[in-house]
């Protein structure tokens, strides 16, 4: 059974960093596509990064040249860097990823999300 594992969420003052990691566990075949949702109380869940296997980044215009994501392919392992915090950054953070399972084909899966809070 293939899963996503998070980790490194917390409170942190504006202007702060924070580092999110999100490794991929299980009978992976290949990973598409590994990214980073947000959602905050009583809004959408919204996109704020993306990695796709052959390099390409995308990014939220809301946190485009404040976070930076990345990947570690022989790990299964999907980062972002939060630099510049702010309180809107508020949310609970969800990993994603798009793979092919040997066992049982295609599969979309999300983390069990962590919670990053931007106050002072």
């Known amino acids: 059974q293939e899963q996503l594992v998070e980790s490194g969420g917390g409170l942190v003052q504006p202007g702060g960093s924070l580092r999110l990691s999100c490794a991929a566990a299980?009978?992976?075949?290949?990973?598409?596509?590994m990214g980073w949702y947000r959602q905050a109380p009583e809004k959408e869940r919204e996109l704020v990064a993306e990695?796709?296997?052959?390099?390409?980044?995308s990014y939220a215009d809301s946190v485009r040249g404040r976070f930076t994501i990345s990947s570690d392919n022989d790990k299964n392992t999907v980062y972002l860097q939060m630099n510049s915090l702010r309180p809107e950054d508020t949310a609970v953070y969800y990993c994603?990823?798009?793979?092919?399972?040997?066992?049982?084909?295609?599969?979309?899966?999300w983390g069990q999300g962590t919670q990053v809070t931007v106050s002072s």
């Open positions: 299980g009978d992976i075949h290949t990973i598409y596509l």
């Open positions: 990695a796709s296997s052959g390099g390409t980044l």
């Open positions: 994603n990823a798009q793979l092919m399972s040997r066992a049982s084909g295609y599969k979309t899966l």
